[in-house]
């Protein structure tokens, strides 16, 4: 985290803002202590799951998964 004085966020601060990288933090500080924190936000990660990360989550699977439904017997003949 970078630490800034109050004087020069003032002077500085759209470029410092624009300067952040997405998770990085800048500290403001007055006096030698710490009065803000100003944090770039981190993208949202997509809902989908990584390839991969569900393997083994199947426990059981029915002999007839694949077997055509009854009730769709006359669509597909």
Same mark, same amino acid.
């Given at each position: 985290?970078?630490?800034?004085?109050?004087?020069?966020?003032?002077?500085?601060?759209?470029?410092?803002?624009?300067?952040?990288?997405p =998770?990085?933090? %800048?500290?403001?500080?007055? *006096?030698?202590? /710490?009065?803000?924190v100003?944090?770039?936000?981190?993208? $949202?990660?997509?809902?989908?799951?990584?390839?991969?990360?569900q393997? =083994?989550?199947? %426990?059981?699977?029915?002999? *007839?998964?694949? /077997?055509?439904?009854?009730?769709?017997?006359?669509?597909? $003949?």
């Amino acid at each position: 985290m970078v630490a800034i004085s109050m004087r020069e966020a003032q002077a500085t601060l759209p470029e410092l803002i624009h300067r952040l990288r997405p =998770g990085d933090a %800048l500290q403001i500080t007055e *006096d030698g202590r /710490a009065v803000a924190v100003v944090t770039a936000p981190v993208p $949202e990660s997509p809902r989908m799951p990584k390839l991969g990360t569900q393997r =083994g989550s199947v %426990l059981y699977m029915s002999p *007839d998964f694949d /077997a055509p439904l009854e009730d769709f017997r006359e669509y597909t $003949e």
